[in-house]
């Protein structure tokens, strides 16, 4: 590998690490304060991919114009679906979470379906495959935006959680239910908001991978994966985590790519698993006590 | 809330939850069967006489449900021409024609299962093929095990055809020949184009078309400078295009699926990857690859099975006779279809495999297994999908691969082989950077 190689797998390391921080981010939130393996988040980020489609390709909206609007839709529909189907087995232990979050994205995939059909689908802008090239090192810069909206909502999402009345409500509902609730926490309400924004940040990441992959109705479950290898990696309960979980993995994916392509799964598995056997609790998760952990 | 309600409650979720996911599975079947058993079930069937029942497990949903919809079209307008010319002639009668689809969801151990089904259950008399080279390698099994005869058209990978079974057998050009065409072309046009990379998905059929190609390249005079591979279903493969980009290859060839083609595509362009051709496997000829990219589509080779601008004719049996007629007869048939630009060649290889197993099926003048079977094994034709006859594999090696190309207008065209090209191959591709 010379220099001109090793910067490039390296930019196309952290970039691909600012993607699935963004793939992971919501997952991560609504795992580590509600207790929620939400096997649905890739369902939710392929919907983000379909309706940014959607409005660029019937309404000429661009994907980063239409971002917010994006980032809404799924808003309201994770708020929807925590309040009316998965608040009733919010105090259940983690199975009937595991088994519930399962079929609604099952459900959610085929509703997709139906409504979009099964053709390959990606959002091809004029502006797609742009790069900055420097010195024959190209950084994509659609990923590149990915990157810096990641960046930008884990300091948003972190400032929020912690600085804010509301962001203080939903930590305190993570660490411990009961004392919320005696201090006036309302928990319901909260948990909808908690899991709406986990699928509003699903929408921004299925915008952003709209533009640099094709989708199907079924290509959630690859996120999900991801999005579950970059939390656990990262820790949960923590949010600048997740950026450096993403971040490890991805590059771990790029470098070992490079030598060994068809590998860079295996490998990435096979570190993982080390790592949790030597540190249970991921790379900056709080360790886990033996009171409340699921 | 209390205990009994919650219990309600999740069970109606879980009621509501396995009603939809049941109700995925299914694929819809062909329009007017309901019967699962040979005797006539439907009073529209005028003859009254006979129905000789397929069995087909094509993916409708997962990551090939766009090849399956094609397939199944496929299927779908060479019963309806047989149909409407009175069926097939068996014996002294004349039976017609009816297909029950299962959804395998693009799973090959879906395949199986449901292939079994469709044998011991629906009890079909014969099965034609599912979409993909994994799915048809799992069906070769099963219908070896009850000794059904299955004519697949949509899985090239010769490993299916290395374990001695009788009763399958394939109309399309083997998995190793598909990128043989666009090599063919380059070393015409521009005998000083000599590197080329092969880049291939982890998947049965890909790693095939690659190892063809790399050994066809090698055989032509080329130099191969890549060849390697990326997982499955990958979304990344920024490794593999960053190690080619050092390379400098002349020509860059992908295997593997449509959604492949496009992320090769889309990544090459966003890590500058330049090259004079692109080809790929599967992709470049169907519609979604055009309207996934625009005009990041153009120059892309892709190898096609067959095109319809072929210069093929049929024998005089051949209810289409040339690519252009069945390419007519599609169009008013699925005109919602996306086939308005291009017909993919999975909607024609899948209904040669009909039209091979009608003839089949009258030269041996029943519907017993064994002899189907053989009759099908000695078949030679011409027909608007090129010439259909099996090697001692059951593959059939004997119709050369086309080449299309997503021109620069806007349109696929036909480029390979030579002597049928309706427009010529625009080369060389120029870098990303002085696009226009």
């Known amino acids: 590998m010379n220099s001109i190689q090793f910067a490039q797998t390296l930019v196309n390391g952290i970039i691909l690490g600012g ?9 991560s939130i609504v795992w580590g304060i509600m207790h929620v393996v939400n096997l649905a988040h890739g369902a939710f980020i392929v919907l983000g991919s379909y309706i940014t489609y959607t409005l660029y390709t019937s309404l000429g909206i661009d994907p980063f114009l239409g971002l917010p609007l994006t980032m809404i839709t799924l808003f309201v529909v994770g708020y929807a679906t925590e309040r009316w189907i998965i608040h009733w087995v919010i105090r259940a232990p983690l199975m009937a979470k595991f088994f519930i979050t399962f079929g609604i994205g099952m459900l959610l995939e085929n509703l997709i379906l139906q409504v979009w059909k099964a053709d390959v689908r ?36 972190h400032l929020f959680l912690t600085r804010t009345r509301q962001g203080n409500a939903i930590r305190s509902t993570g660490m411990d239910l009961d004392a919320a609730r005696l201090t006036g926490v309302k928990v319901a309400p909260i948990y909808a908001l908690t899991f709406g924004l986990s699928t509003m940040l699903a929408g921004a990441a299925g ?35 997740v950026l450096a979980g993403g971040m490890i993995i991805a590059l771990i994916q790029v470098f070992v790519g490079f030598y060994a392509p068809a590998l860079k799964d295996a490998v990435s598995f096979v570190l993982l698993v080390v790592l949790l056997l030597l540190r249970p609790q991921g790379l900056f998760g709080k360790p886990f006590t033996s009171g409340k952990a699921e | 809330m209390n205990t009994p309600l919650r219990l309600i409650g999740l069970t109606t979720i879980a009621a509501i ?53 094609y397939t199944k079209d496929g299927y779908d307008i ?31 151990d879906q395949t199986a ?36 005869p299955m004519i697949e058209a949509n899985g090239a990978a010769e490993s299916i055809f290395a374990r001695g079974f009788k009763f399958t057998f394939a109309v399309l050009s083997p998995a190793g020949n598909y990128l043989r065409g666009i090599l063919d072309l380059v070393k015409v046009k521009d005998p000083s184009a000599k590197k080329v990379a092969v880049v291939a998905e982890t998947d049965k059929f890909a790693l095939e078309v690659a190892a063809g190609a790399a050994k066809y390249a090698k055989e032509q ?24 980009k050092g390379l400098n290859p002349d020509v860059i060839l992908g295997a593997g699926h449509i959604q492949d083609a496009i992320l090769t595509i889309k990544q090459g362009k966003e890590l500058g990857v330049n090259a004079k051709a692109w080809g790929f496997s599967v992709g470049p000829t169907a519609p979604e690859f055009r309207k996934s990219l625009g005009k990041d589509a153009d120059y892309v080779l892709g190898a096609a099975q067959w095109t319809e601008e072929l210069k093929l004719k049929g024998d005089a049996n051949d209810p289409f006779s040339t690519p252009q007629d069945f390419a007519k007869a599609v169009r008013a048939k699925f005109p919602q279809g996306g086939y308005e630009t291009t017909i993919p060649y999975q909607v024609a290889e899948s209904a ?41 594999r059951g593959i059939n090696t004997f119709k050369p691969m086309a080449v299309q190309q997503n021109a620069t207008d806007g349109g696929n065209y036909t480029v390979g082989p030579a002597e049928s090209a309706s427009k010529p191959f625009e080369y060389p591709a120029p870098a990303w950077g002085s696009r226009k």
């Open chain 2, 221 to 244: 005079g080329f130099e191969v400078v890549y060849n390697d591979k990326y997982p499955a279903k990958a979304t990344d493969i920024s490794s593999n295009l960053t190690v080619i």
């Open chain 2, 113 to 148: 299962q449901l292939v079994e089904k469709l044998i011991t259950e629906d009890k079909v008399n014969f099965i034609l093929g599912p979409y993909g080279s994994s799915s048809s390698d799992t069906a070769a099994a099963i219908v070896e095990k009850y000794k059904i």
């Open chain 1, 19 to 27: 993607v699935l921080s963004l793939v992971a981010l919501g997952f």
């Open chain 2, 78 to 108: 060479a019963k309806d021409k047989i149909n409407e010319k009175g069926g097939i002639k068996v014996g002294d009668k004349m039976c017609k024609l009816d297909i029950k689809y299962y959804d395998d969801a693009s799973s090959p």
């Open chain 1, 122 to 157: 990606s959002v091809t802008t004029p502006y797609s495959g742009a790069s900055l090239a420097i010195g024959g090192v190209n950084i994509p810069l659609v990923k590149l935006a990915a990157l810096a909206l990641s960046i930008l909502m884990v300091i948003v999402f």
């Open chain 1, 207 to 241: 915008s952003l991978v709209s533009m640099t992959t094709s989708f199907t109705p079924d290509a959630g479950a690859r996120y999900t994966v991801y999005a579950f290898l970059v939390s656990v990696l990262g820790g949960l309960g923590n949010v600048p985590a």
């Open chain 2, 352 to 392: 040669a495999a009909v039209f091979a197993f009608q003839r089949a099926i009258e030269k041996a003048g029943s519907l017993d297994a064994q002899k189907v079977r053989d009759a099908i094994a000695a078949l030679d034709f011409d027909s608007f999908y090129g010439k259909v006859k099996f090697d001692e």
């Open chain 2, 17 to 69: 939850l396995a009603a939809c996911g049941g109700a995925a599975a299914p694929a819809p079947t062909a329009a007017p069967a309901a019967s699962t058993e040979k005797q006539p079930a439907q009073p529209a069937a005028a003859s009254g006489a006979c129905t000789i029942s397929f069995g087909a497990a094509v993916s409708f949903t997962g990551s090939t449900a766009a090849e399956g919809k």
